[in-house]
T-cell receptor
Framework: EPEVTQTPSHQVTQMGQEVILRCVPI?????FYWYRQILGQKVEFLVS????????KSEIFDDQFSVERPDGSNFTLKIRSTKLEDSAMYFC???????????FGNGTRLTVT | GDSVTQMEGPVTLSEEAFLTINCTYT??????LFWYVQYPGEGLQLLLK?????DKGSNKGFEATYRKETTSFHLEKGSVQVSDSAVYFC?????????FGAGTRLTVKP
């Protein structure tokens, strides 16, 4: 059973629309991450989030993306004006401290048409 | 920056064959090393880990030893099963986010 729950499991959207992907931890954690995996390709880091602030982001994480923890529980990734190349699996992860493993959710498959 | 290079697949083996998936890394400092497995249609699951040089991680018959002198963390299993068919990712973690290799797809045939 994954330690974070992601919803929805699959989202289909039209190009130019906004999507919000959600991540809910089973227990209360401070460190969260979003990763992306384009079909059949590498798992890529997007952003890390600690104590309600972005702590690090990759070059992929441009102004189109944003993250927040609106209610102190759910952790969301928003993609504004989606593009075809945003189609991918998006994984949320949490951990306890540096050098520890990340624990991933089952992912949200985003399809942009 | 930190990076991971792993053997590109796909790898196809017969059941009970010996498996090796090579992984080497580049990092400053002393990262922790991990192998993750992704079964079809599922997310990433931690398979095993090693946090310092000469540590051996093991799980479900898989093993990997943290070799600082060769900057390697090769994954091995003595006798693979059909149920081991999946994509395997080598990863490292220093002080910040986790870096993944490109993944190696393993198919085990009966």
């Amino acid at each position: 059973e994954p330690e974070v729950t992601q919803t929805p499991s699959h989202q289909v959207t039209q190009m130019g629309q906004e999507v919000i992907l959600r991540c809910v931890p089973i227990s209360n954690h401070l460190y969260f991450y979003w990763y992306r995996q384009i079909l059949g390709q590498k798992v890529e880091f997007l952003v890390s989030f600690y104590n309600n602030e972005i702590s690090e982001k990759s070059e992929i994480f441009d102004d189109q993306f944003s993250v927040e923890r609106p209610d102190g529980s759910n952790f969301t990734l928003k993609i504004r004006s989606t593009k075809l190349e945003d189609s991918a699996m998006y994984f949320c992860a949490r951990d306890d401290r540096n050098n520890s493993p990340l624990h991933f959710g089952n992912g949200t498959r985003l399809t942009v048409t | 920056g930190d990076s991971v290079t792993q053997m590109e697949g796909p790898v196809t083996l017969s059941e009970e064959a010996f498996l090796t998936i090579n992984c080497t890394y580049t990092a400053t400092g002393y990262p922790s090393l991990f192998w993750y497995v992704q079964y079809p249609g599922e997310g990433l699951q931690l398979l095993l880990k090693a946090t310092k040089a000469d540590d051996k991680g093991s799980n479900k018959g898989f093993e990997a030893t943290y070799r600082k002198e060769t900057t390697s963390f090769h994954l091995e299993k003595g006798s693979v099963q059909v149920s081991d068919s999946a994509v395997y990712f080598c990863a490292l973690r220093g002080n910040n986010d986790m870096r993944f290799g490109a993944g190696t797809r393993l198919t085990v045939k009966p």
